[in-house]
């Protein structure tokens, strides 16, 4: 069953990602970086996922002056409502 | 591929016992959904392994006693529960808790376990 994985806080402050990523499918599962959770764009615990599985929303990565990257996908709000369609189940890590 | 439940419910716990009310209102949440014979697991990861350790006196820091609740989970058939095994070890903890019927698993298996659910809520 694939999970959307919803990530709202930064990995330098709180430990959420690390959870997520406990139970992270690298084959079915994706990540969404949303609110502070933007700024885990460039932590190392993201560094070993496939890019492909990594969306971030572009409106909070810009409010925090984040850069995504070529090979990361920049996605708008109305764009994460359909994305939620393509998975089976939600989890928001906050 | 893992069988999913239909309908079911898992509660993932992530915050210790006393951080916040999270711990109190997730089980809350798990009696509620048990009370209407709804199908619901309760996950405990990170530092919320912590709920289920032996010998808490939540009363020395003036704080309800919500984990003496957790007994009535068997009455609601609430029977799933389930424990990191990596959560644990990080935290030098044994698999001595407050309570019977709790399965500790490994990463690959808590995940597992955890996808046969259709909803997850954490706290």
């Keep these: ?94 | 591929m893992t069988k999913l439940q239909k309908n079911s419910i898992a509660v993932l716990n992530a915050r210790s016992a006393f951080d916040g009310n999270e711990g109190k209102e997730a089980l809350d949440v798990a009696l509620i959904f048990g009370s209407y014979e709804q199908y619901v697991s309760l996950f405990f990861q990170g530092e919320g392994v912590r709920q289920l350790i032996k010998g808490q006196q939540a009363n020395l820091i003036n704080a309800k006693d919500y984990l003496a609740t957790f007994s009535a989970l068997e009455f609601y058939d609430v029977e799933n529960i389930y424990a990191c095994l990596t959560s644990l070890e990080q935290r030098n903890l044994a698999a001595d808790f407050h309570i019977n019927n709790v399965n500790v698993l490994t990463e690959q298996e808590f995940s597992d376990k955890l996808r046969q659910h259709k909803t997850v809520l954490r706290f």
């Design chain 1, 1 to 94: 069953m694939s999970i959307l994985h919803l990530v709202r806080t930064s990995a330098y402050q709180h430990d959420d990602l690390a959870q997520c990523l406990q139970l992270f499918n690298d084959q079915i599962d994706a990540i969404v970086l949303i609110d502070d959770g933007c700024y885990n764009l460039t932590h190392s615990l993201l560094a070993n996922i496939e890019k492909k599985n990594i969306f971030a929303i572009y409106e909070h990565c810009d409010a925090r002056a984040m850069i995504v990257s070529s090979n990361q996908e920049a996605i708008s709000l109305a764009q994460l409502t359909k994305l939620f369609f393509s998975y089976d189940s939600v989890i928001t890590w906050q």
